[in-house]
């Protein structure tokens, strides 16, 4: 099992004509909800609210085949993300965040242990900016680095990072990380003036076994030990790019599962790499062909093969 840590919310996507559309969304719940529907199995840590949006959101995790017996459940009401989405399908956030059920996230809602079950855990986006849900996640992290593989997706939102800390946080959960995956634009962020290929050698000096960048229409690039492996990402015709990223952290960690190589001393053959970021890339491009952030099945997949 891999158990997926962070925030679920609504995303307000407005429509260009005055009016909004309200969507499931977060990067731990994206990717939960991705992996659930690759059938790999999945359990959601997170808060969610007892509010009408809040039974949305775990109505869709267990729909999907997530399960929900590591969440804890709360009168705060659902945080909520204001998106605009461009021209171009990119999306960029706000937050509505004081008092709802994502950051209400505490130690005493995580289990003082894991059952032998569950081999990865994934942490991102909000998890590491909102407390006190960053804390939490932060000594989770802790805890379980080395015992199992541990998979950190930063997805930074600069415009909600007004703690100081943020990024002396971000670099110690990188070292607690098996596996980091970070956008282009994240390793921009986190190292100024370096190319990605040069924040991703960054990284791996930090101890992570493997660093992957996301290119988006340029594909993706892997680097592990002295290996480095680019790849291309399919064509498709872009109706928004919400929930790609996501999508691309399930598909890389469901390829992993598939192939047995969800361990904390994770070690890929160059075929195994390029094979990993080909498939998190068919995963990502099938999502921005779809309206939100909507991964595709298993079987969905199995179709563009018969």
């Known amino acids: 099992m891999i ?3 962070g925030e679920a919310l609504i995303d307000m996507i407005s429509n260009g004509d005055g009016t909004q559309q309200a969507a499931p969304g977060g990067g731990p719940f994206n990717t939960a909800r ?4 690759l059938g790999v199995p999945t359990a959601f840590l997170g808060r969610l609210s007892d509010d009408v949006f809040g039974a949305q959101l775990a109505g869709l995790l267990v729909s999907d085949g997530a399960s929900l017996e590591l969440a ?20 960029e956030y706000e937050f509505l ?3 709802t059920s994502a950051p209400s996230l505490t130690d005493a809602m995580v289990p003082e242990q894991f059952g032998p079950d569950v081999a990865a855990l994934y942490f991102g986006t909000l998890g590491l900016v909102l407390e006190p849900m960053a804390s939490t996640l932060m000594q989770l992290m802790s805890r379980e680095h080395g015992r199992r593989l541990v998979m950190l997706d930063p997805n930074i939102r600069v ?24 956008s282009e634009a994240d390793l921009a962020w986190l190292y100024p003036g370096l190319g990605y290929e040069q924040g991703a050698d960054r990284i791996l000096d930090e101890g992570v076994r493997l660093v992957v ?42 390829w992993l599962s598939d192939h047995d190589l969800l361990h904390a001393d ?3 053959r160059p075929d195994e790499l390029r ?21 595709p099945t298993r079987a969905d997949l199995l179709k563009l093969e018969s």
């Open 275 to 295: 094979e990993s970021l080909e498939f998190a890339c068919l995963v990502a491009s099938l999502t921005c062909a779809r309206a939100g952030a909507d991964p």
């Open 159 to 182: 415009g909600l990072i007004t703690d100081s800390m943020y990024r002396d946080r971000l670099q110690a959960a990188i070292s607690k990380s098996t596996i980091v995956k970070a």
């Open 266 to 268: 994770l070690s890929l």
């Open 97 to 99: 965040v004081q008092g």
């Open 213 to 254: 960048v996301t290119l988006g229409a340029r594909g993706a690039f892997g680097g592990q030990g002295d290996t480095r492996i680019l790849v291309d990402a399919p064509h498709v015709d872009v109706v928004d790019t919400i929930g790609a990223g996501d999508a691309f952290s399930a598909a890389l960690l469901a």
């Open 3 to 5: 158990v997926v840590c």
């Open 34 to 37: 991705g992996l659930a529907r």
């Open 72 to 91: 804890s459940i709360g009168s705060e009401p659902t945080t909520i993300a204001m998106a605009d989405v461009d021209s171009e399908g990119f999306a």
